[in-house]
C-alpha cells in the first residue's frame, strides 16, 4: 500500500490518521517456524534484523502477515543511519549490531491473523481493530518487545500535534488513509502523506565531475521513471563536502558505464555554464537516494536540491513522478 505526497494533512470522518516513521518499510510474514521481513522494494531483510526473527517467533500467533516500520531507538530518537549500517554483508557484525542497537517493528496494519484469514479485503477501520486485539493478546514477554502498535486516530487536530511533538522523536510527517477502503496493494489511492519537508526518492542516472578539481564529483544527475517506463532526468544534487565528494567517487564510479537517462537526458552547456559543465557520466540505474527540494516543475526540479541519504530498501523502478503529484 502506497501513498501520495499531498501539500497538507486532509479532513474529513473518512480519514484516519498515523504518524510516518522515519525507519524500513516492511512486511513482516511468520507461518509456523518460518519468518520472512520483506522491505517496500520487494527484498528480503530477516538476515539484517536477527532480534526481529527471534521476536516473531516467540509470539503466540503461529501465523500472520503485519505491516510496519522497522525502526531503530538511539538516545531517544528514531536513527534511519543506525538502519543502513546493518545493510552488511558480514553476519558477525550485524548480530553485534543487533545487540547493540536492536530494532523494533511499529505495526500499523495486519493482513493475516493468526487464522490465516486474509484481512486485506477488510475495510481498514476494522482491520486496525483486529490488530489492536492481536498485539494485547501476544502480552509481555512472548516476543512482544519487538512488536510496538503505532498510534492511530480520527482526529486530525491530534495529526496536526504529532506532525509538531513527534518531531524530535523521528516522525518526519503524517499519513492519512482512507477508513473504509480496503488494503490497496501498490497503489496510492487510499493513503496519503504529508511530510514536514518535501522530499523525494530519485534515481543517480549519472553524474558530472567537478569543474575546479576533475578527481572529484561535482554534481548527482537525478532521475525518476516516467509513464512509458523511461528515467527522465529531472535535476541535481551537488552541496557535499570535500571529504563526501571523496566517498562518492567509490560508490558511483564502478557503475560508471550504464544505460544512464533512458527518456529526456540531461542536456549540453548553456549561455550560464562553461563546456565543461555540459559533460556527464551516465551510471548503471541501481543507485536511489532520497533529496529535498522546494519547487517542481516542468517535469524538474527548478533548483539544486539537498542529498539526505542512500535508500537501499526502495528499488528504482519505484521513482516515479506518482510521488511528486
Known amino acids: 500500500m502506497e501513498a501520495r505526497a499531498v501539500a497538507k494533512i486532509p479532513s ?3 480519514w484516519l490518521y498515523e504518524p510516518k516513521w522515519d525507519g524500513f518499510r516492511c512486511l513482516a ?9 520483506q522491505s517496500k522494494a520487494g ?5 539484517y534484523f536477527p532480534e526481529l526473527v527471534e521476536g516473531l517467533l516467540a509470539i503466540r500467533a503461529r501465523r500472520c502477515v503485519l505491516d510496519g516500520e522497522i525502526v531503530i531507538v538511539e538516545n531517544g530518537r528514531l536513527s534511519f543511519d543506525d538502519l543502513l549500517m546493518r545493510i552488511h554483508p558480514a553476519e558477525s557484525r550485524i548480530r553485534k549490531l543487533a545487540k547493540e542497537t536492536p530494532a523494533r517493528i511499529l505495526v500499523f496494519d495486519l493482513l493475516v ?5 486474509d484481512l486485506t479485503t477488510m475495510p481498514l477501520r476494522e482491520r486496525r481493530k483486529r490488530l489492536d486485539a492481536f498485539l494485547a493478546d501476544d502480552g509481555p514477554g512472548t516476543g ?7 498510534p492511530s486516530s480520527a482526529d486530525r487536530a491530534q495529526a496536526e500535534r504529532w506532525m509538531r511533538e513527534y518531531a524530535e522523536f523521528g516522525c518526519d510527517g503524517v499519513v492519512a488513509k482512507l477508513a473504509d477502503e480496503p488494503y490497496h496493494s501498490g497503489d496510492r489511492n487510499a493513503m496519503q502523506k504529508i511530510k514536514r519537508l518535501r522530499t523525494a526518492d530519485c534515481v543517480v ?3 558530472r565531475y567537478a569543474s575546479t578539481n576533475p578527481q572529484d564529483i561535482g554534481s548527482l544527475l537525478l532521475g525518476l521513471y516516467n509513464d512509458d517506463g523511461q528515467l527522465d532526468h529531472i535535476g541535481f544534487a551537488a552541496s557535499f563536502t570535500a571529504a563526501e565528494r571523496q566517498e562518492l567517487k567509490k560508490v558511483v564510479e564502478p557503475l560508471k558505464g550504464g544505460a544512464g537517462f533512458t527518456g529526456r537526458a540531461p542536456g549540453g552547456p548553456s ?16 543507485l536511489v537516494c532520497e533529496v529535498r527540494y522546494d519547487h517542481f ?11 539526505l541519504r542512500w535508500r537501499p530498501d526502495k528499488k528504482p523502478a519505484q521513482c516515479t513522478f506518482e510521488q511528486l503529484t
Request: charged content about 30%; cysteine-free.
Open 297 to 307: 516543475s516542468g517535469g524538474r526540479f527548478r533548483h539544486g536540491t539537498k542529498f
Open 12 to 14: 474529513g470522518a473518512e
Open 271 to 286: 549561455r550560464w555554464s562553461s563546456e565543461r559543465s555540459g559533460e556527464w557520466e551516465p551510471l548503471k540505474p541501481t
Open 144 to 150: 512482544s518487545h519487538v512488536l510496538e502498535l503505532s
Open 43 to 47: 527484498q528480503p531483510l530477516a538476515r
Open 29 to 37: 510474514f511468520r507461518d509456523g517456524d518460518t519468518i520472512a521481513l
Open 205 to 207: 542516472g549519472g553524474f
Open 113 to 117: 491473523d493468526d487464522r490465516g484469514r
